[in-house]
């Protein structure tokens, strides 16, 4: 789940996403879109008021901890969006701490390098925050990654998406060295190869992705056949208040956003 790769024999590179070990309740976005809810703009880019936080490695180089560097990327994404120039960084003694908190890694160890799981690591972020109680998320919740509007309603409405998946040989072999790759359909996933990303925007090519410090786009048949249950793949995004806020400007009479929050308190009860 973590083997080390090589960029040009000289730049390593981790994975790191797990399957999930137990699926809890969990709340699904197509229960909260109303018929009155207006068709997603064409393109949408969150990724001019989070480039500074977006091209952040977040350790991803030399640990397997790729869903809390996911996770740092689409706080960079929230709160850059919600004012904060380039998108909030976090330090990366946090990262590390996060890393150890929900993934059990012992800084020093190798042998604890083990990856997390993104349902694990969604959990604590909404239970506990990023940084000292701070940055908690209101909510996550699935979306279908085989209904390419609701996944750019997703995106449109709530400005982020985590793809949970197992990449294929083909997109590692050879390893992207830069920005501007393209990911699509390109044979089996491979189970040594779980890896987590950002979603931070689509147009007619594909969703756009943030990884390893560098963005790239994931075609939309590709997300059906990776990220996706029937390949062990997952997607969600993350409710942030500002972006509640937000997508309520976009989309007022278009998401049920009462029930969400009933649904999301009685998951707490």
Not at 7 to 17: E, H, I, N, S, V
Not at 26 to 44: D, E, I, W
Not at 137 to 150: M, R, S, T, Y
Not at 242 to 250: E, G, H, N, Q, W
């Amino acid at each position: 789940m973590d083997r080390v790769l090589t960029m040009k024999q000289t730049t390593p590179f981790k994975l790191g996403r797990k399957r999930p070990t137990v699926r809890g309740p969990r709340l699904s976005l197509k229960n909260y879109l109303l018929k009155s809810l207006p068709t997603p703009p064409a393109h949408v880019n969150y990724v001019p008021n989070a480039t500074t936080a977006l091209s952040e490695m977040y350790d991803n180089d030399t640990l397997g901890d790729c869903v809390i560097a996911c996770m740092g990327h689409v706080e960079g994404v929230l709160t850059g969006n919600a004012g904060a120039p380039g998108g909030e960084i976090l330090p990366n003694e946090q990262i590390i701490s996060l890393y150890s908190s929900i993934g059990g890694y012992v800084p020093g160890d190798p042998s604890t390098d083990n990856g997390c799981d993104e349902q694990t690591a969604l959990n604590w972020w909404q239970q506990n925050g990023l940084v000292s109680g701070r940055n908690k998320i209101a909510a996550w919740v699935v979306v279908d990654g085989a209904n390419l509007q609701e996944v750019h309603t997703t995106l449109w409405l709530f400005e982020n998406l985590i793809f949970g998946f197992e990449l294929p040989d083909e997109w590692i072999t050879p390893f992207p060295s830069q920005s501007g790759f393209t990911w699509k359909v390109a044979g089996p996933p491979n189970p040594e190869n779980g890896h987590c990303v950002a979603g931070v925007g689509y147009d007619r090519t594909g969703v756009r992705i943030s990884t390893w410090g560098m963005l790239g786009v994931i075609q939309a048949a590709a997300i059906a056949e990776y990220a996706t249950t029937p390949n062990q793949g997952e997607l969600y995004t993350v409710l942030s208040q500002d972006a509640i806020s937000r997508a309520t400007l976009k989309a007022p009479n278009g998401f049920d956003f009462s029930q969400l929050q009933a649904d999301i308190e009685s998951l707490r009860g």
